[in-house]
């Protein structure tokens, strides 16, 4: 199998409320779909996402693909592209040397020529993966906050992550006092400031949670990310509380972290040969893994594969309205599709809609 054509389309996807955090707000997604060819009749596709701001015009990015990429992989085997170890130098530190959408287009392929679905590819027993419900919520009201969660709590989930690090503490706990309200006593939470505090005021902000009866199961990007003596620290005193962290930081950052004894649950965002490389080298540091938030929820197949991961991120984004038969998720599990390859078929009329030159 070798490949012999492609196809960028470059999307526009207005989201239906505003996302955000402590730190940023978008009200649009704008996308790149790749499409891989092959001379047997095979077709592969991947995505990549750029927040809030437009990406370059079509004809740009098809010129950018054609001189950047295209030479590397035409006519070759997707199945050793994608198992291809470089070394990490020139821009690619501890990365991929393929953009994250080529990657996830090349193990669509390789599947599929398996004939089996991309999460036994990689290794993986069970479709079935543990998923919380993640609100994004820090530009939405009360009432908003409410109506998003309750959607969350009639589809079955039973964890939740908020957004915190709002400069008025009362904020915090009036949101977490909400979380409860609407998803029950024993629902599990999370949080995630976006690199808000200090250290210090990591402290005092989740023993001031805990002191009003919410126990976090983790705090997410409490501090700079590449503060990793803060992290130390945190991962230290915080004895009720996993310190996840990691998100905003590639491979190299993430050995650091595990070196620096600075994280409790690595959060993986990346390409799928880059997390399970990072995933590879948590476990030796006996750490967990979680996934966020992927496109298209197509992380689903890599969580399946890793035997660390404890849960993966669903934030029911407007992406899933390109898929056919969207990742399904029930019960508060996320289960990866028995067709073969990723199992997502793009909607062609969709596809249309969203698209820009
Ligand atoms: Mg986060």
């Known amino acids: 199998m070798k490949i012999t054509s492609f196809d960028l389309h470059r999307l526009h996807l207005p989201l239906r ?3 955000g955090d402590s730190q940023v707000r978008f009200e649009a997604h704008w996308m790149t779909v790749v499409e891989l060819h092959t001379d047997d009749g095979h077709s592969g596709c991947g995505f990549q996402l750029q927040q809030g701001t437009p990406t370059p ?4 990015q098809k010129s950018q693909f054609e001189y950047g990429i295209w030479p590397s992989i035409s006519g070759h085997s997707p199945f050793g592209l994608a198992q291809r170890i470089t070394r990490p130098r020139g821009g690619n530190v501890g990365g991929g040397y393929l953009t994250v959408a080529v990657e996830t287009a090349l193990w669509d392929l390789i599947a599929k020529q398996n004939d089996q679905p991309l999460y036994q590819v990689l290794g993986g027993e069970s479709p079935a993966v543990p998923a919380y419900a993640s609100t994004l919520d820090f530009r939405l009201d009360d009432d908003q906050f409410r109506a998003k969660l309750q959607r969350f709590h009639d589809r079955g989930f039973r964890a939740v992550k908020t957004k915190v690090g709002h400069p008025d503490i009362s904020w915090d706990l ?3 006092g909400i979380v409860k309200e609407v998803m029950g006593d024993d629902v599990r939470v999370m949080v995630d400031a976006n690199e808000a505090w200090t ?3 990591t402290m005092i902000r989740i023993r001031t949670y805990e002191d009003a009866g919410h126990e976090i199961f983790w705090i997410e990007d409490p501090i700079t990310r590449d503060d990793y003596e803060g992290y130390r620290r945190l991962c230290a005193e915080l004895t009720r509380t996993r310190v996840n962290t990691g998100e905003y930081l590639g491979f190299s950052g993430k050995r650091r972290l595990l070196e620096h004894n600075a994280v409790d649950v690595i959060n993986l965002h990346d390409s799928i040969s880059t997390s399970r490389a990072a995933a ?3 476990a030796d540091y006996g750490i967990p893994v979680a996934l966020g938030n992927t496109i298209l929820e197509l992380g689903v197949h890599l969580a399946a594969s890793l035997p660390e991961c404890l849960c993966l ?3 029911d984004l407007i992406w899933n309205e390109l898929a056919v038969e969207p990742i399904q998720f029930q019960d508060g599990m ?4 028995d067709r073969p390859g990723h199992g ?14």
């Open 199 to 201: 250290a210090k005021e």
């Open 174 to 176: 009036k949101r977490l």
């Open 17 to 19: 409320e505003p996302i």
């Open 334 to 337: 996320a289960l990866a599709p």
């Open 280 to 282: 590879w080298l948590a």
């Open 313 to 315: 991120e669903f934030s």
């Open 57 to 60: 015009s079509l004809s740009d």
């Open 344 to 357: 997502i078929e793009l909607d062609r009329d969709k596809l249309a809609f969203y698209s820009k030159v």
